[in-house]
Structures are given as C-alpha cells and as structure tokens.
C-alpha cells in the first residue's frame, strides 16, 4: 500500500533556501509529485519526478529523490515571502490513477 | 482558457439538507475527483471517475454521491447522511492515457453546515 509522509512545519529567512522532505513507502511508484497551496485555494502542481530519476530541476526548485532510502525532497532557492504555502508530495504507482497523498508541510517565510 | 471550475466558493447550509458541489473542467481529461480537506490534515479522496457513467468510492465515500454524466462535469452531493460534512472540498482532474497521472485542481468550495 502506499503511505506518504512529510514534517508538519518549516520557517526559514527570506532569501535561503528551503528544503522539504518526504518519504513513501510503495517501491513500485512511478511518478512522485510536489503540489503547492495557499491559503483558501486549490492545489497547484509544481513538478514531478519519474521514479528512475536522481533529480530535476526548474528555475527555484530542485527536486531530488533517493529510491533507495524511498525520500524525496524539493529545495526552493532563494526563497521568498510568496513561497509562504503548504506544500504536499503525492506518489502514483502502475496503472493506478489515484494519488496518495502526504499530510503537507507548512512553509512559513520569515524577514 | 483551459482549467477546472467549482461553484460555489463559499456554501452555508442547515443541518438535514442535502447539497450539491458543481465541478467542471475543459481540459479534456478522462478522470475527475473529489477530495475533503479538513484543517491541518492533508487530501482524502471521496470519489473518482476514469470514464464517463463509472466512477468509484474513495476512502472516505460514506455520505457522499456522485455522478458523471457527461466528460466535463463530476458534481458531488453532501448528503444528511455525512455526520460531519463541513470541510473545504477540491475536485481534481488527470489525463488517463499519458502513463503520467498529474491532477490538477479547481480553486475548492468551502461548505459550512451548521
């Protein structure tokens, strides 16, 4: 079954960067996800990650995964008050067009 | 302009009413959604749809129902029969035949039952 965790919460100075953490636990993923939400809004989807890959990046945020320790993360550089959100990784896994969900952590930029 | 829409953004309704959450998408997509999102936890699935007239119960699909009629529309019912049914609700929609399963959201409907 799949099972999808990530830390609650994370603050950091405005103009570091931030690194979010998750980890699954279904080995037969295929894809992995980063979504982000603001307040009183839907999901957007930041990027996403085919299982056989190390890491992707796009513009702020690198995405790495460790198939072997089955962690992601997602590092925004340079982050900014904007990037004040709640962010979730989801997982897919073959054939299954439903994704499972981590709790989501909540990204507080600080000055 | 393509995206998924939901009406309305906020609902109030008495206890013992059944209500009615619209969802629609132009985006082509083969599958819907519904997800409940309740403060500080994350998405729980209520239904889903891969195809027009299917569509199957979440992990949470008590008091709930759906229907799909047409490619474009997956609107979701709160019925009296869901105990606690005020929540923040998201439909979602994914492609089916790309083997990448992205979902991507509506702006969500707040549903306060008092």
């Known amino acids: 079954g799949e099972d999808v965790e990530q830390s609650l919460f994370l603050s950091v100075r405005e103009g570091d960067s931030s690194v979010i953490n998750c980890t699954y636990t279904d080995s037969s993923s295929t894809y992995l996800y980063w979504y982000k939400q603001e307040p009183g809004a839907g999901l957007q989807l930041l990027t996403y990650?085919?299982?056989?890959?190390d890491m992707k990046q796009d513009q702020r945020l690198t995405v790495l995964l460790n198939k072997k320790d089955k962690h992601l993360s997602l590092r925004i550089a340079d982050t900014q008050t904007g990037d004040s959100a709640i962010y979730f990784c989801a997982e897919s896994t073959p054939n299954d067009y439903k994704l499972s969900f981590g709790a989501g952590t909540t990204v507080t930029v600080r000055a | 302009d393509g995206g998924i829409t939901q009406s309305p953004k906020y609902l109030f309704r008495k206890e013992g009413q059944n209500v009615t959450l619209s969802c629609e998408q132009n985006l082509n997509h083969d599958a819907m959604y519904w997800y409940r999102q309740d403060p500080g936890q994350g998405l729980r699935l209520i239904y889903y749809s891969q195809i027009v007239n299917d569509f199957q119960k979440g992990d949470i699909a008590e008091g709930y129902s759906v229907s799909r009629e047409k490619k474009e529309s997956f609107p979701l019912t709160v019925t009296s029969a869901q105990k606690n049914p005020t929540a923040f609700y998201l439909c979602?929609?994914?492609?089916?035949?790309?083997?990448?399963?992205?979902?991507?959201f509506g702006p969500g409907t707040r549903l306060t039952v008092t």
């Open positions: 979602a929609s994914s492609p089916t035949g790309t083997g990448i399963y992205e979902q991507y």
């Open positions: 990650i085919f299982s056989n890959m």
